[in-house]
């Protein structure tokens, strides 16, 4: 279960569509972070956001929190191959990331609308935005999390945290100015303790991560070596 207000710090994990994650190798990489998040006495929120056909596959042979990577503001009902959240929770999510980089979303009022869905189903909403004035625009909207990433240093190694840091407490002070309860976190280019430690001095209140972890060597090792930053 994840907890809304009083959490501890969170790791999300994003397998995007790597084919390292492909398949069953999926479960994999969701044990590999339930089995660090038990070795960290749940001192750290880790949640998993695997590919939507995974969903249900991952949840259920992980205890750990499950997202969805994107829903769809499509009706219920008749709206076929689109991904609603109430179907997303029917097949284990917990939550859902919004409007990534990768996957954006033009409408504000879609990404609110999708925001009130998730809380009307108790899910938790993690919206992404690429600058501190979209996050002051979306904080409006209140969302759980928002997650600041820089589109130019994702998947580049190079880490928020260390590359522009101003990015991260602009985006932190944008959001308290409109809201006193969306928790900002960051993500983009974080590989090691050291990005991790530094976002959360900046205030950040958990890292976004993908391919830091789903390129390394060792699943478990990489994400004991970024909890270990927290
Ligand atoms: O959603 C997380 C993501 O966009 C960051 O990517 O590969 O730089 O950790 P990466």
Redesign the pocket.
């Known amino acids: 279960m994840v907890y809304k207000n009083s959490s501890p710090p969170i790791l999300?994990l994003?397998f995007?569509n790597y084919l390292e994650v492909s398949g069953q190798k999926c479960i994999e990489l969701a044990k590999a972070a339930e089995k660090v998040t038990k070795s960290f006495d749940a001192r750290i929120q880790i949640v998993v956001a695997p590919p939507q056909p995974a969903l249900s596959l991952v949840k259920e042979n992980v205890e750990i929190p499950v997202f969805a990577q994107h829903v769809d503001d499509a009706k219920e009902g008749s709206s076929t191959g689109f991904f609603i959240p109430e179907i997303s929770q029917s097949f284990g999510a917990e939550g859902s990331?919004i409007n990534?980089?990768?996957h954006r979303i033009e409408r504000p009022d879609t990404i609110q609308n999708l925001v009130n869905r998730l809380r009307q189903l108790n899910m938790v909403s993690v919206v992404?935005a690429r600058s501190a004035q979209e996050v002051s625009n979306l904080a409006r909207f209140e969302p759980d999390y928002i997650?600041i990433?820089p589109p130019e240093?994702?998947?580049?190694?190079k880490a928020v945290s260390k590359e522009n840091p101003s990015i991260v407490t602009d985006s932190l002070a944008a959001a308290a100015d409109v809201s006193k309860n969306v928790r900002v976190i960051c993500?983009?280019?974080?590989t090691d303790a050291a990005d991790v430690k530094s976002a959360l001095k900046l205030g950040a209140k958990g890292i976004?991560?993908?391919?830091?972890v789903i390129k390394s060597k060792s699943w478990v090792d990489k994400i004991s070596e970024l909890a270990s930053g927290y």
């Open positions: 999300i994003n995007k990331l990534h980089s990768e992404c997650a990433e240093l994702i998947g580049s190694g993500g983009a280019g974080i976004l991560v993908a391919s830091g």
